[in-house]
Each structure stands twice: as C-alpha cells, then as structure tokens.
C-alpha cells in the first residue's frame, strides 16, 4: 500500500498541505463515483478490517490500516467492509463518504498543527471551497439520474394527487400523501436548508431550476400550491425582476 512519508517529510506550507487535501479528495471521489462498483467489490465482509484510502497522487486503496501505534497520520474509518452487506449500498456508499471527509480534515489538520492560527484559517477557507466528498458523491447520483430519465418518467414525477383522486399535471411536481417513492427521491436535497428528502414533509419543485425545496423553506403549503400552475423559487424569482 502506498502511504505517506514520515512526519518529517509530510506538507509544511498550507499550500502544500492544501495541494495534498485536494489530490486525497480527488481520489476518494473518485472511489465513491466513477469507480464505484471496483471500490464495492474490494470491500469483501469476509476480509479483516479495511480502510479507505485517499492517496497523495489522486488515486484511492481499500488497505489494512497501518500497525504502528501511534501511526505516522491519522487513520480513515477501520472495518467499512463488515457493514457492506447489512445495509442498502446508497446508505453504505454515504456512511463511507462522511467518514472520509472527517478523515480528509483530521490529515489535514494533522500536518497544520505546527501552522500558526491565521495559517491554519486560511487552510480552512480554502479546502471549504470544494464540496464535500459525500456532496461530491451525491451531485454526482443526482446528475446520473437525471440524466438517465426518459420522457415518461419525467411526466409521472411531474404530476400531483387532488384530494378527490384526480391527477393533476403540473411540473411543480408536488410531493404529498408519499405519493412519490421514497427510493427516488431519497437523496435528494433541499435547495434552501440542504436537507434531505422525507416523505413525511411537504416538497415543491422550481419549474425554472428544477430544484427541490421543502415547503417550509419557500414558505409555501399545500393549499397554496393548488393554485400554483408553475412554480418559480425566491432565486429564480429573484433573477427575472433583476432582469
């Protein structure tokens, strides 16, 4: 397994450290996206205690942790493959993606300890600028979807329920009464508040963006959006009066 150097030898400078955040992200995406379905299979629950890594040079491993105690850096989530098979993969593939991003901070962090608090804020500011590894993964989910919905699906989810039964066609696509199935929808997120989809709670799309937002966030109910034939967000909105 390819692991950094010693201590002595690890990033000094915050961009230095910086560039070797980057190359580990960029890596661990790539793990959870383009490389996924590799990623899954090295993730064998009959193997010992496996750890994703996120390397120097951009690429990723699935490795045993190191066996010095204390080791040279910080060590990503132990065991990640006993969990694969007892849970959905989206939900496992997620868990993984949060597990590595504090990894991503606690490596980053390690080799800014000797960084006064001005340098280590800076650092901060400028990995903040990237998404997360988990936003990374889900953005990429969204887009594959999206992309992968044909002319009748897009019509069924751009659709609502009256009370009395009837269909009605909007492409506000109000989600209401679970109406919408939860496996669709399950990662999406909110475009005000950036939580995560539930159908216990009342959802409403842009028709401009086709972005979702929980009803709440934009301030508008259900009764309200019986009479909305298309629905345009405070963004969206925003953006033509400036216009």
Known sequence: MEMPGPVSSSPRT????YKDYTARRAGLV?????????FYSFCDPEKENLCLYGLPNGSWEVALPAEEVPPEMPE???GINFARDGMKRRDWLSLVA?????????VAFFFAARLNGNDRKRLFNMINEH???YE????????????????????RHSTKRSNDGKTKNSRQAVVEDGYEDDEEHSETLCGTCSGLYNSSEFWIACDICERWFHGKCVRITPA???????YKCPECSSKKTRQ
């Open 14 to 17: 915050v961009e230095d450290i």
């Open 224 to 230: 309200r959006a019986d009479q909305i034939k298309h």
């Open 76 to 78: 990503p989530a132990l």
């Open 131 to 133: 998404s997360s590894v």
């Open 136 to 155: 990374a993964m889900v953005d990429r989910k969204q887009r594959e979807n999206k992309s992968g919905v044909d002319n009748s699906s897009k019509s």
């Open 98 to 106: 949060v597990h590595s991003d504090a990894w991503l901070f606690s």
């Open 30 to 38: 790539r793990a959870l996206t383009s490389d996924v379905d590799d």
